[in-house]
Every structure is written in structure tokens, then in C-alpha cells.
């Protein structure tokens, strides 16, 4: 059997994809769409050099190479010295690179370390013909050694990319968008130290148990303390608590710092924070103490001595302030304010400014030393809630230690409005076309206004729109007309009289008010009430209250003031 024919049967036991790759190898072109037997003669005819005679075998032809050493060597027979990129390829110590550092090992012992030459007594078509013959059996192996140069090759080009910042061949620029840019982006991901900082704010717990440590305003931001349910856990800790501590800062694949360690909770020891009682558990009575709003050293003050005689506010009150547009409500919210701290230090005031102007803002904040809280209405909508969200929580902390905390809010109206955009629709929508669900949150916030039992109160102070034209409005105090215990109420035809303060005194009134007055004081208030009440028999609220401004000023005390009004039968 001729060696032509031992090829043809050697060939012809391959498949159509070995066949092909032979064919490549060889350098062919236009095989693909060929048959089987078609390769197979186009491979016999290059192999023997266009010639149907077989070529002559050579005297003595080297044994094939095993095929374990064929795939782990990438030289040739040749025994070339390995190029550049073989020899970095074997410094990175990649695993393709085993065989390139053997090849260059025998290279450097053959011949005394110098580079083996070539047969000369062969043409290039013997010696193809000489290779195919001797490797048919090892084609696997020499695949893997192309693999193997070809996946070097690509590692190659792409670490060489990484390194000159994106270009192929050439030098890239220095700075972030050179050499340098992947290791500033490494250094961003790092932290620029690990040691551990203070952090300072007040917890926003989730429902699944974590939290975060808001440090801006009771917003969130990439500064806040990420809360792991460990710590929360451990301390009981609560949305609104005010928490001190250390964090370390934002690793790798993290958005924000971590809390480590709390050093106190709400200004004491972490460990009281898991003994206190829950605001829902906690009794809730009737005012029962009186928030004095007349200042001793300021009789002029009228706006305070009115509401001390016709609505006094009671430490747990839950009032209204019902106001049309421009009839003084903000003024009235200042003086209050500055009435509670000045005649009750004890207290712990929150003004809570809701969708209002910045110039008003900054106003309250110079008249108030209290904290004030504020979202202005160039905010958007879910930015309301969650202050509102996070002031209430707070307020409701402080209660839990027995403290007595004032809010004033201004306003449930807007605060309603921003719950009816931000909250998710329920598909019933009331007058108004304000949603159902949007005012459950403002209710809950209103409602949280209590006197407890064990220790502390909570008092809110919120005003109402009324008289707008908007049908909202109007929905929106028709809901929370019956949920206070107090109501103040302003006049806009006095105010346009510029009648200040324009209090309807007919109108105004408190729940229980005789466990805020004692008997002869209540007595008094009564019958002056019984006065003011005829005087605004036509509807007009005017009369009533020029005739109490002008005999206030009479006195420099209410005291003093009802004892003369005990000593008239008529006033």
C-alpha cells in the first residue's frame, strides 16, 4: 500500500471540522463549501506538490512527538526563540506560558545556547509535506499549542490596553484618562483611611430591621451611617433617636459608611434605650397643665393674654390654628412660640415648617431658639414627608424619657398635600380629589398629640387652611375639625381692618378647659365669655374682641384683670 494511499485512509477516518482545520493549517482558502472528499484531494494534491505520485519518504523521519508534549509546548519545529510577548506572558506567570518557558530552556542548551538552524536541504513545500505527514496523529496537540499562542496573544493585547489607558500601540496620556486612570479609579473604590470617624444624627429605621444615621437634616445622603440589625437589636433602637458613634468609612462596593460602635442614645447611656416604654403603650389623658402664654414683663402683648383666657394650651394639646390667607397666622406662630420658651424653659419647642417660603424660614429661625425644622416648597413632595416623618419620631423619643415636647406645625394643609402627591394612589379619591390613603400619614402625625400618664406629653400646634377656593382645603380641615382639643380661630374681615391680633374670640375655644383653670378663675372666663358670645350675636366677631383689647389694656395682668370682671355683675 503506498504512503498516498495510507494518507488518503488516514484522512478519510477524520471528520468534516479536522478536516478544515488541516486545510487552514496548510494555508488553503475556499474550503469551507467543499465536500469531504473534495478536501481530501485538495489537502493530498498540496501535500505532494500538485504531482498524483506519492513523494518519496526520507531516510529517517523523527518519531512523532507525544501529544502531552505537543499541547504543552507552543514552539514549532523549528525551535525559534520565543517573541516578546511569550516572555511577558511567562513573567505574569500565566498558566499557557509552561511551555513557552521549556521551549526557551531547550533553545538556550541546544547547540551551546545558540539558535538551531534550519534544514537546508528541503524546500518549504518537502518540509509542510514532511510535518503534515508526521503530525497527522497528533492534530489535537497542535491545536492546542495555536490555542494556546492565540489566547496569549489576546491576554496579551488586552493587559497591554488596561496598562496605556485604552489605546492599542500607542502610549497613553498621563493623568486620569492615561497609565494613571485605573489606579485612581482602584484608589476611589478604597477608602482614603480606615480609621474610624464620629458620626452624629438620628436613626431612619426600616421595616426588615437595619437603618441608617441621617447626618443631613434628617435626609438622606451619601454621609449617612449604614445600621446593621446587630446593633439595632442589641440597643432597641428607634427611628428618631439621636445616636452618637463611630463609623468606619465606605469600603469597596459600598454606598455608605457603617456604624461600629454607639456611645449614647438620645443623650444617655446605650443600655436605658432598650428599657423605655413604647409611645403606643403609654396612657393618654386629658391636659391637665397649663402652658403659660402671658409673658409678666410684656402686657402688651396681647395675642398671648387672648389665648390665655379664651383657648389656654395645655401641656399634651392636640390645636388647630384655622386661618384664611393673610389674616397673621405666621405672626401668631412666633409669638406662641416665644411664649413657650420664655414662660416655660422646661419644655423642648419644634417648629416644623412644611412647603413654606425661605424668606419665612429664615424669619422663624432668628425668632425661635428652638429647632426648626424645615422643607421649603421648592422641595419636592416626598422630601415633605420624610422631615415631617423624622421631626414626629423625634418628638415621640423624647416623650418616651418623660419629657415635654411642644410642635408647631405649619401647615397640616400642606403637609396633607405632599402625602396625597408622594404616597401611592388607593384608588378612592374623596372631595376634592384628594386620595383616601394620602390622609392617613397627616392624621397619624395629629393624633400623636397626647398627655401621658407615666410621665412627658407630646403637643401639637398645627394650622389649617380655610377660605382658599380650593375644594381640597376644605376637605382637608373638615377631616381634622373634630380630631383636636383645641381651636383657634382667625378672622380675615378684621384682619382686612387691620384689627390685629384678628382672633374670632366667639369661635375660639378649648376642650376641658376647666382642668386648666381653677374654679374662680373658671367662673370668670365663663361669664366673660357670656359677654363676648352677645356681642357677636349678628355674626361679626369685631365688637367682641376691640371691647377685650381695649379693657386688657386697662390691666397688666389677666389676674388683675379677672377680678374686675368678677366685680361687675354686667362687665
Not at 166 to 180: M, N
Not at 193 to 201: H, K, L
Not at 208 to 218: D, I, L, S
Not at 400 to 417: A, C, F, K, M, P
Request: aromatic share 4%.
Amino acid at each position: 500500500m503506498t504512503a498516498q494511499a495510507l494518507e488518503q485512509s488516514a484522512l478519510e477516518t477524520k471528520d468534516k471540522e479536522q478536516l478544515l482545520a488541516i486545510a487552514k493549517a496548510l494555508g488553503l482558502k475556499g474550503s469551507t463549501r467543499l465536500k469531504k472528499s473534495e478536501i481530501i484531494e485538495q489537502i493530498l494534491d498540496t501535500t505532494s506538490g500538485g504531482s498524483s505520485s506519492p513523494s518519496p519518504a526520507p531516510a529517517e523521519a523523527p518519531a512523532p512527538a507525544p501529544a502531552a508534549e505537543s499541547a504543552d509546548s507552543p514552539a514549532g519545529d523549528d525551535q525559534e526563540p520565543p517573541a516578546a510577548w511569550e516572555v511577558e506572558l511567562a513573567d505574569d506567570g500565566d498558566p499557557a506560558a509552561d511551555g513557552i518557558r521549556a521551549r526557551e530552556v531547550d533553545g538556550s542548551s541546544a547547540s551551546g545556547g545558540e539558535r538551531r538552524p534550519r534544514p537546508s536541504g528541503q524546500g518549504r513545500d518537502q518540509s509542510r509535506n514532511q510535518q503534515n505527514r508526521d503530525g497527522q496523529q497528533n492534530r489535537d496537540g497542535q491545536q492546542n499549542r495555536d490555542g494556546q499562542r492565540e489566547d496569549g496573544e489576546s491576554r496579551n493585547k488586552r493587559r497591554r490596553r488596561r496598562r496605556k489607558g485604552g489605546g492599542t500601540g500607542q502610549r497613553g496620556f498621563e493623568g486620569p484618562q492615561g497609565e494613571d486612570r485605573d489606579l485612581l479609579e482602584e484608589d476611589d473604590d478604597q477608602p482614603t483611611s480606615n480609621e474610624p470617624v464620629r458620626v452624629d444624627g438620628y436613626v431612619d429605621m426600616r421595616d426588615e430591621g437595619y437603618g441608617f444615621v441621617r447626618v443631613n437634616n434628617y435626609l438622606a445622603s451619601k454621609q449617612d451611617a449604614y445600621v446593621p440589625v446587630r446593633l439595632s437589636r442589641q440597643f432597641g433602637l428607634r427611628k428618631g433617636d439621636h445616636v452618637t458613634g463611630l463609623m468606619r468609612p465606605a469600603g469597596r462596593n459600598e454606598k455608605n459608611p457603617a456604624l461600629l460602635e454607639i456611645h449614647s442614645v438620645n443623650d444617655r447611656k446605650p443600655e436605658e434605650a432598650k428599657k423605655r416604654p413604647r409611645f403606643e403603650d403609654m396612657t393618654a389623658l386629658f391636659p391637665d397643665e397649663k402652658l403659660r402664654m402671658e409673658d409678666p414683663d410684656d402686657p402688651t402683648n396681647m395675642t398671648s393674654r387672648i389665648i390665655d383666657l379664651i383657648c389656654p394650651i395645655g401641656k399634651g394639646q392636640r390645636g388647630l390654628i384655622v386661618s384664611p390667607p393673610k389674616a397673621g397666622k405666621t405672626t401668631i406662630m412666633k409669638t406662641i412660640a416665644t411664649s413657650i420658651e420664655r414662660n416655660n424653659p422646661e419644655v423642648r419647642l419644634i417648629v416644623l415648617l412644611i412647603d413654606e417660603r425661605p424668606e419665612e424660614v429664615t424669619d422663624m429661625q432668628r425668632h425661635v431658639r428652638g429647632e426648626v425644622i424645615a422643607s421649603t416648597f421648592d422641595k419636592p413632595s416626598d422630601q415633605h414627608t420624610q422631615v415631617a416623618e423624622m421631626a414626629i419620631e423625634k418628638a415621640k423619643r423624647m416623650v418616651e424619657y418623660g419629657e415635654d415636647v411642644v410642635v408647631i406645625l405649619d401647615g397640616i394643609t400642606r403637609l396633607s398635600r405632599a402625602y396625597n402627591l408622594a404616597a401611592p394612589a388607593s384608588g378612592r379619591i374623596l372631595s376634592g380629589g384628594i386620595d383616601a390613603g394620602a390622609l392617613y400619614p397627616p392624621k397619624r402625625f395629629f393624633g400623636a398629640a397626647r398627655n401621658i400618664e407615666e410621665g412627658g406629653s407630646l403637643t401639637i400646634l398645627a394650622t389649617a387652611l380655610v377660605e382658599t377656593n380650593s375644594r381640597m382645603d376644605e376637605a382637608v380641615f373638615e377631616e381634622f375639625k373634630g380630631t383636636g382639643n383645641m381651636e383657634l380661630r382667625l378672622d380675615r374681615r378684621m384682619a382686612e381692618r387691620r384689627i390685629y391680633p384678628a382672633i374670632d374670640v366667639d369661635a375660639s375655644s378649648t376642650r376641658h378647659e376647666e382642668l386648666l383653670f381653677d374654679r374662680k378663675q373658671l367662673q370668670m372666663v365663663w361669664k366673660l365669655r357670656r359677654v363676648l358670645s352677645g356681642l357677636a350675636a349678628d355674626g361679626n366677631a369685631a365688637p367682641g374682641l376691640e371691647l377685650l383689647v381695649d379693657r386688657l389694656k386697662t390691666f397688666r395682668s389677666n389676674d388683675e384683670f379677672l377680678a374686675e370682671v368678677a366685680k361687675q355683675p354686667g362687665m
